[in-house]
């Protein structure tokens, strides 16, 4: 985690999956039961494979996150997550860095 601006930067590695989601939804957390901070983004350039457990994590970020008025930006997302986001609904709930915005989330949270 680096802070940037008033903001947060969560950096992951590797898989997201039933493995490594509960030590990242605990660091989500974390930083939101804090301050809330502005903004969280959560880099994911360096993540290769997302499963349920990882979308189910990240979806529960963004609840808290939009509870508590802070923007949750996903960023680096390569091919095969963002396709899972995609054909699950989901990314278009999230802020990512290519300028999309989310578009219902205040409608489904």
Not at 14 to 43: E, N
Not at 52 to 66: D, N, R
Request: proline fraction near 4%.
């Amino acid at each position: 985690m680096i802070g940037s601006e008033g903001g947060a930067l969560v950096c992951l590695s590797g898989r997201l999956s039933i493995d490594s989601s509960p030590d990242l939804r605990d660091q989500l957390l974390a930083i939101l039961d804090r301050k809330s901070p502005p903004a969280v983004t959560i880099d994911l350039a360096e993540v290769s494979y997302i499963d349920c457990s990882g979308l189910a994590t990240l979806v529960e970020a963004l609840k808290i996150a939009y509870a508590r008025k802070t923007i949750l930006q996903l960023r680096g997302l390569r091919d095969r997550p963002r396709y899972l986001l995609e054909v699950t609904g989901l990314l278009s709930l999230f802020e990512t860095s290519d300028g999309k915005n989310r578009s219902s989330a205040s409608k489904v949270l």
